[in-house]
């Protein structure tokens, strides 16, 4: 039997699951709407589908590293209960293998990229949601490399609450380079140093700490003295390398990092959730109003 794009759209509709899902579905079971629907169910792909409007800010972020290559990534879950799952944790490090290995360009492109079992990244997520009965999304990551006069430093926090994956220059000291991500876990720094804060990020900063300092009735001929002394805080406050290091606070992290003739080249900091804007669900007012239907 043929399948018309009406009866894909219909399929769509009564599943939610994406159009080529669709389209094979009914290809696969010769037209049969209720047997699409039933090898939509059976893939995890219209299940997952109806909890597309749910909210997963929870999860972990996992680091994973081969060599000279390493990705930092975040998988998000409903309820912290299930990001501890060992089929989510499985999940987890199939993810971070993929990823690894095939270093896709984007999360679209990797969610269309084939795995080993021949399923698209989408299809094994969708089976794990099938499976754990929550939303589940592979929500960011990023790829980074070095040489082998280079180290990385990877720390997760709070069983991967945070993740920060660092690549130090000039030393292969990997102890030094997990004590920067550490750092980077604990401050959360925007940026390596002054270099990389955008021209406009600094004006706009001028701007209001300049109108503070007059609203403070500061005379006129003073404020854009004090304004740059301000400003030397705020580059402590965004600015790894401007920062004291947590380990020691009597130096900062530039002098530490030079004192091992290393320089950082980048790092990636992911915390679970940032945001994403978490449903609060009040569980009283939701018993009371099953009770009143």
């Known amino acids: 039997m043929a399948v018309t794009a009406q009866m894909v759209k219909e399929l769509r509709e009564k599943t939610g699951a994406g159009m080529m899902d669709c389209k094979k579905a009914l290809t696969e079971t010769d037209g049969d709407m209720d047997k699409a629907i039933d090898f939509l169910r059976e893939k995890g792909i219209a299940k997952a589908a109806n909890k597309s409007d749910r909210i997963a800010a929870e999860g972990i972020s996992a680091i994973e590293v081969n060599g000279n290559e390493a990705v930092i990534f975040e998988v998000n879950s409903e309820t912290d209960f299930v990001a501890k799952n060992e089929g989510f944790l499985n999940l987890t490090r199939e993810l971070g293998s993929h990823l690894l290995k095939n270093k896709p360009a984007s999360i679209e492109e990797a969610l269309e990229q084939k795995m080993d079992n021949g399923s698209s990244v989408q299809e094994h997520i969708n089976t794990a949601i099938a499976k754990i009965g929550e939303k589940l999304t592979l929500r960011r990551f990023s790829v980074a490399t070095k040489t082998d006069n280079d180290a990385f430093g990877a720390y997760l926090h709070m069983g991967g609450r945070i993740g920060v994956l660092t690549v130090l220059e000039g030393t292969t000291d990997e102890s030094v380079a997990k004590d920067i991500a550490m750092h980077i876990a604990a401050v959360n720094p925007k940026y390596v140093d002054r270099s990389a804060v955008t021209e406009e990020e600094i004006a706009r900063e001028r701007e209001v700490l300049t109108q503070q300092a007059l609203n403070e009735g500061k005379p006129e001929n ?62 009283a007012e939701e018993v009371m109003n099953q009770v009143n239907k």
């Open 222 to 283: 003073i404020v854009a003295k004090m304004v740059e002394g301000r400003l030397g805080k705020f580059f402590e406050d965004i600015c790894l390398l401007d920062q004291s290091f947590v380990k020691d606070p009597d130096q900062k992290v530039r002098k530490f990092v030079e004192s091992k003739g290393a320089t950082v080249k980048n790092f990636v900091r992911y915390e679970v959730g940032e945001g994403i804007e978490k449903r609060q669900d009040n569980f």
